[in-house]
């Protein structure tokens, strides 16, 4: 039953619709919008993203960003944009809406609008939504400066001049700075700098727990129980297949049930109840900027709620889980602590263990 005021479910397309989806996309009628649309749409008719790729030519990597930067374009819509914000993205720009995925809708929609105004690309896009997130979970802003992303992302070259004592690269922060910087007292607190030249180190955030599997046996292999002998033919039949999905042999079966199995290292015994989620490397903060973005398997400790500077808490902002990393007590509240980091096994030659011949001399 549908409640009053909702929207109800869109049905999934019939063949001809499928068909006329297809060769749109194939001809790539319409805007980015639309293809996302489609994408959408066809994967709700049960096409798989390999299928969808060979029929028309789009990746699936690609297909993931469109989708993704279209569920953020309409959020702007919702909370909403200036009318060139809304024209402009409607046209171009789903690289740079997906990287705003990591925002509420509200900071979304302000620095889509930040972004048009000062023509950013993605890339720069990409390197400034860290600095808005990590300025949404102050209690209250620094002395001088405003709400508005203009402002939060001036805070943060700020923040970096102050703590270089190179002048040349100090005096590059401070252009920055000022170059986004949208209230007058943001812009008095900045020029201040021009003359006091204090350097203010701060301290160095603690290391990522990250680890890599190394080794076959770090990797063991989810095997399903089907019970206790006796057992019936019926008994057997009722386990389901069971195919573990790379890179870390993650499981699943009908019903909300998954696993992912990890080494029993002493970080994992200790653990009083531990949950396991999936994110890509650059959702992290201070996750190294050189470090190639791969998928990583982040296990938190739901019974450890104490927060403390020396570690990493995973918490909630507008419904939003995220990773946080803050040298005072967080403002939203603590839903466990980051106990491990966990890198997919780098495999240089996959068949080379599935060899049998091969054997240790």
């Keep these: 039953m549908i409640s009053p005021g909702?929207?109800?479910?869109?049905?999934p397309p019939d063949a001809d619709a499928v068909q006329d989806i297809l060769l749109k996309l194939r001809r790539k009628e319409g805007t980015w919008v639309n293809w996302a649309q489609g994408c959408q749409a066809l994967q709700k008719a049960k096409l798989t993203p390999q299928q969808i790729f060979e029929e028309t030519g789009f990746e699936p990597i690609q297909q993931n960003q469109i989708m993704v930067a279209e569920q953020v374009f309409q959020s702007l819509i919702n909370v909403g944009v200036a009318e060139a914000t809304q024209a402009h993205f409607t046209r171009q720009g789903s690289d740079s809406l997906y990287e705003m995925r990591l925002l509420s809708q509200s900071d979304r929609a302000a620095t889509a609008d930040f972004a048009l105004q000062h023509g950013l690309d993605s890339e720069e896009v990409r390197d400034l939504v860290k600095p808005l997130k990590e300025y949404s979970y102050r209690k209250e802003n620094p002395p001088g400066f405003g709400d508005g992303p203009g402002d939060a992302i001036a805070y943060h070259y700020w923040k970096l001049a102050r703590q270089n004592d190179d002048l040349q690269d100090r005096s590059r922060l401070i252009a920055q700075a000022l170059r986004f910087a949208e209230t007058a007292t943001a812009r008095q607190q900045i020029e201040k700098l021009l003359t006091d030249f204090t350097v203010v180190k701060s301290r160095p955030a603690p290391r990522l727990p990250l680890y890599r599997l190394e080794t076959e046996s770090d990797l063991p292999r989810m095997i399903p129980v089907v019970g206790q002998m006796p057992l019936t033919v019926d008994d057997l039949k009722a386990v389901p297949v069971v195919v573990a999905e790379d890179p870390f042999g993650m499981v699943s079966t009908t019903g909300a049930s998954a696993w992912i199995a990890v080494p029993g290292w002493q970080v994992i015994f200790r653990a009083e109840d531990p949950v396991g989620l999936l994110t890509q490397s650059r959702q992290l903060?201070?996750?190294?900027?050189?470090?190639?973005?791969?998928?990583?398997?982040?296990?938190?400790?739901?019974?450890?709620?104490?927060?403390?500077?020396?570690?990493?808490f995973l918490t909630a902002t507008a419904d939003q889980l995220t990773v946080v990393w803050s040298t005072s007590p967080l403002d939203t509240p603590v839903l466990g602590k980051v106990i491990l980091i966990l890198r997919p096994k780098r495999i240089l030659d996959e068949d080379y263990n599935r060899e049998l011949w091969q054997i240790d001399e």
């Design 6 to 11: 909702s929207t109800p479910p869109t049905p």
């Design 285 to 312: 903060p201070n996750y190294p900027i050189d470090a190639a973005d791969e998928l990583l398997f982040v296990v938190v400790d739901r019974s450890d709620r104490t927060w403390d500077d020396d570690g990493y």
